[in-house]
């Protein structure tokens, strides 16, 4: 009698393993859930009855580092990739930018602005100095800018760095706002796309150490700005202190003149999604042209170098084709973001001479024209500068190039078969900046330009004005 409540146990125990498995499963599962699904978040999803405190902790903290550490290898190109997992540490140089990124726990002491990263192994401190600008190739300009210095290895060595007053969560972006500030084109071009390029990813989640602090830039971009980092923004003229971060990058990835490239680090980055960032950021109305009611022109007006002789005659040809034109000159309107952005956003067409200004068709909505007047020995750069891009952005580019007669070079150099005239690379790039850029105005052939004004209505509305 007593052997059948034995029988009855070894009967039941295999329903019970075969119960108790799919538990286990369920439980180890999850687990491996929960570590892939926020390898790829910075911040650690909710909560999980299923893992006790500690061991969430520690799931969380490991998740919340590797999350860094890919965020960061995306800055990293694909031959340094080996060496940055083995340091923590690489550099990327080009011609125009250089940056360097720190997965490991660093301190940056403002006062001097140098950065301590912990190396592996290293009896030696390695140095590295980057001015944090993205216009490498020129020195001069580079002179302006705060050198950064990178000690790297052994930072047990005497002597010992000094001890963090302030520890951020959040890895650290430092670069620089010196520069051509006040230049539209620079500012952008320089600063804000680059700072884009290299922080978008982080969503908001950095610390700007911001040298060569410039208010009025902060001030004019802090909309854009905002988006970017959620963090209260490191002055180190005003915080001389030690910080200490989780990671760093040192310097701003540069893709190109007014350019995003998707294939280049780190991937992905394009201008539609910049666009539609400055649209968020600025609170632009307008999208597409197609949303505009009256054909609308912007005439940006020069009043020194490069001006439009006839300007009055032009406008008067533009409104009689059908459009509303608005002539801006005012300086003071045009270096105020929040209002000019709105401004360009709601026209259809902008029109203006090879320059700054013409950074602003970066506001324009998709399918409206940028109409530039090329002026000679300008091609390539209004090219590059501002024709490329236009296409890049979903802005329809027309190129108004003038002839010779319409220069005002012709009654300098006497004769359209000068070859300052037929060959402006002849002369020297200094003499050319002078002649091209500070000593030229046109003329316009109200005909010529007709056709050209002609064309872009069309293109924004489908019809051709008779």
């Known amino acids: 009698m007593e052997k059948e409540p034995r029988k009855l146990v070894f009967r039941l125990t295999p329903w019970i393993f075969l119960l108790i498995l799919p538990l286990i499963y369920i439980d180890l599962l999850w687990g491996n859930n929960i570590r892939i699904e926020q390898r790829f978040h910075y911040i650690s999803g909710p909560e999980t009855?299923?893992?006790?405190?500690?061991?969430?902790?520690?799931?969380?903290?490991v998740a919340k580092q590797e999350s860094l550490d890919?965020?960061?290898?995306?800055?990293?190109?694909?031959?340094?990739?080996?060496?940055?997992?083995?340091?923590?540490?690489?550099?990327?140089?080009?011609?125009?930018?250089?940056?360097?990124?720190?997965?490991?726990?660093?301190?940056?002491?403002?006062?001097?602005?140098?950065?301590?990263?912990?190396?592996?192994?290293?009896?030696?401190?390695?140095?590295?100095?980057?001015?944090?600008?993205a216009r490498q190739e020129d020195e001069v300009l580079l002179r302006s800018v705060t050198p950064v210095k990178i000690l790297q290895g052994n930072i047990t060595a005497p002597p010992p760095p000094p001890a963090c007053e302030y520890t951020h969560e959040s890895p650290a972006v430092v670069f620089s706002t010196s520069g051509f500030i006040g230049n539209v084109f620079h500012e952008i071009n320089e600063i804000l796309i680059p700072l884009y390029i290299t922080t978008r990813q982080f969503k908001s989640r950095v610390v700007f150490v911001v040298e060569d602090y410039r208010p009025s830039f902060m001030k004019k971009y802090g909309d854009a700005i905002s988006r970017l980092t959620k963090h209260e923004i490191v002055n180190p003229s005003l915080n001389r202190s030690v910080h200490c971060f989780p990671g760093a990058v040192v310097g701003l990835k540069f893709h190109g003149h007014l350019s995003l490239n998707p294939a280049e680090i780190p991937t992905g980055q394009s201008m539609k999604?910049?666009?539609?960032?400055?649209?968020?950021?600025?609170?632009?109305?307008?999208?597409?042209?197609?949303?505009?009611?009256?054909?609308?022109?912007?005439?940006?007006?020069?009043?020194?170098?490069?001006?439009?002789?006839?300007?009055?005659d032009v406008v008067s040809m533009i409104r009689d084709l059908g459009f509303r034109v608005i002539v801006v000159a005012r300086s003071k309107v045009i270096s105020n973001l929040n209002m000019f952005s709105g401004m360009i956003n709601s026209c259809s067409v902008f029109v203006g001479a090879h320059g700054a200004g013409l950074t602003?068709?970066?506001?324009?909505?998709?399918?409206?024209?940028?109409?530039?007047?090329?002026?000679?020995?300008?091609?390539?750069?209004?090219?590059?500068y501002y024709g490329n891009p236009a296409r890049e952005m979903g802005v329809r580019y027309l190129r108004y190039k003038i002839e010779p007669e319409e220069s005002s070079l012709i009654k300098i150099?006497?004769?359209?078969?000068?070859?300052?005239?037929?060959?402006?690379?002849?002369?020297?790039?200094?003499?050319?900046?002078?002649?091209?850029?500070?000593?030229?105005?046109?003329?316009?052939?109200?005909?010529?330009?007709?056709?050209?004004?002609?064309?872009?209505?069309?293109?924004?509305?489908?019809d051709s004005p008779l």
């Open 49 to 61: 009855k299923f893992l006790s405190s500690s061991r969430r902790d520690i799931t969380n903290a």
């Open 70 to 133: 890919y965020l960061l290898s995306r800055l990293v190109k694909d031959e340094d990739q080996k060496s940055f997992k083995a340091t923590g540490f690489a550099c990327n140089t080009e011609i125009y930018s250089k940056h360097c990124v720190a997965n490991k726990p660093l301190r940056i002491d403002t006062t001097t602005m140098s950065i301590f990263v912990p190396g592996r192994n290293r009896s030696v401190q390695e140095e590295t100095v980057i001015r944090p600008y």
């Open 273 to 312: 999604q910049f666009r539609q960032f400055l649209r968020e950021s600025l609170s632009l109305k307008y999208s597409h042209v197609s949303q505009i009611g009256t054909p609308t022109v912007m005439f940006l007006s020069r009043r020194t170098t490069r001006r439009i002789i006839n300007e009055d």
């Open 360 to 384: 602003n068709e970066l506001f324009l909505p998709d399918g409206a024209v940028m109409v530039q007047v090329d002026l000679i020995g300008l091609e390539w750069a209004a090219a590059t």
């Open 413 to 462: 150099f006497g004769s359209r078969n000068h070859s300052a005239i037929t060959d402006p690379k002849a002369l020297p790039v200094q003499a050319g900046k002078e002649v091209y850029l500070n000593s030229q105005n046109v003329r316009i052939n109200i005909d010529r330009f007709r056709e050209t004004m002609v064309e872009a209505m069309s293109l924004v509305t489908g």
